[in-house]
């Protein structure tokens, strides 16, 4: 996987970027892990897409790092499985569309071609389970603020599914929430995008939050989010921009509980099925660039974490990298 990212990421630097046309610069747009970001002009269609490739490796309770040992009653803890390691590879793709100029709509549907977790158990074994499919469908609409700002509103609609199973040390189980790639609950999302542009660059920041308003099926409700971003972008030339950001990331436990997990919560079977264990923070730090050539405009970043405090034990987040391509339409 590294060797693909260094091959990719060399791939956009060698393209010829002298070309950014009428489309304008690279950094009209905010990095690519930044969406909502910004609107269209009546009658321009926007399309995109992008994959984010997530690792986790290791556990957390606060700011404290845990070893296995720590967490498995063969050894300190209380558990009988531990989460090792989580990897997610996320596909994105969007569309946006404006019918006036004060007004452009967006709609993004994920799919996860793959959510991996390895775990240990306290008779030292190892395995792994797995789910993908789509995810919960966003759509919002987005709107001028005072101050050259862009304002959005939207509705998370859940398409997602919440009763993944596979194969465990129990037999045929249901996974836990971590695992599961829908939510089941609507959920209202919003965010706040400021930016301003100056001849070397631009920088900007967004505030977003997102809240579930009605327990599933299985009576919970997935964490509620609030996130915060600045970002500052050199623009080389009008085709290249680098950039730099911080990311603040914050959300809640999950409220209510899965009745299917009632018997692994009672027996401290492993962490992740307990509800009250899913909150926490995480501050980070994110290098990217665009490039703008033809119309296409591509993207990368990669996010290392600054700070994590976790209500844990919970599996910390190591590295995100996110890939993307835009193309908008007249």
């Not at 009250?276 to 990669?302: C, D, H, P, T």
Request: hydrophobic share 40%; aromatic share 6%; with cysteine.
């Amino acid at each position: 996987m590294k060797n693909l990212l260094c091959a990719a990421l060399a791939a956009l630097l060698l393209l010829p970027v002298h070309g950014a046309t009428d489309a304008g610069r690279a950094d009209d747009h905010a990095p690519i892990g930044v969406t909502a970001d910004h609107r269209h002009d009546k009658g321009e269609w926007m399309f995109s897409y992008r994959t984010m490739l997530m690792t986790m490796q290791g556990n957390r309770d606060g700011a404290r790092g845990l070893s296995p040992d720590q967490i498995l009653r063969s050894g300190s803890g209380a558990y009988r499985i531990a989460p090792l390691e989580m990897k997610m590879t996320m596909h994105m793709l969007g569309v946006m569309h404006a019918p006036s100029d004060s007004i452009t709509l967006m709609a993004m549907a994920p799919y996860y071609s793959a959510l991996k977790m390895d775990h240990a158990t306290a008779m030292g074994g190892q395995f792994e389970t797995s789910s993908n499919g789509l995810g919960d469908l966003g759509v919002s609409v987005l709107f001028p603020m005072v101050g050259n700002g862009t304002a959005s509103l939207g509705i998370i609609v859940p398409t997602g599914k919440t009763s993944h199973r596979d194969v465990t040390p129990m037999g045929d189980s249901v996974l836990p929430y971590p695992m599961q790639i829908g939510s089941g609950s609507w959920s209202a999302a919003g965010s706040v995008t400021w930016s301003r542009q100056h001849a070397g660059g631009s920088f900007g920041a967004q505030i977003r939050g997102l809240v579930r308003l009605n327990d599933n099926q299985h009576d919970y409700r997935r964490e509620d989010r609030v996130e915060a971003t600045a970002w500052s972008a050199w623009l080389p030339r009008p085709g290249l921009s680098l950039s730099l950001r911080t990311k603040y990331s914050g959300w809640s436990d999950i409220r209510g509980a899965d009745s299917r997990f009632a018997a692994g919560l009672a027996g401290n079977l492993v962490p992740t099925v307990d509800p009250q264990l899913r909150g926490g923070n995480r501050l980070e730090a994110i290098a990217g660039l665009n490039l703008l050539f033809g119309g296409n405009r591509l993207g990368a970043e990669v996010s290392l974490p600054l700070h994590r405090n976790l209500n844990g034990p919970q599996l910390e987040t190591d590295r995100i990298v996110t890939l993307g391509w835009q193309y908008a339409l007249e």
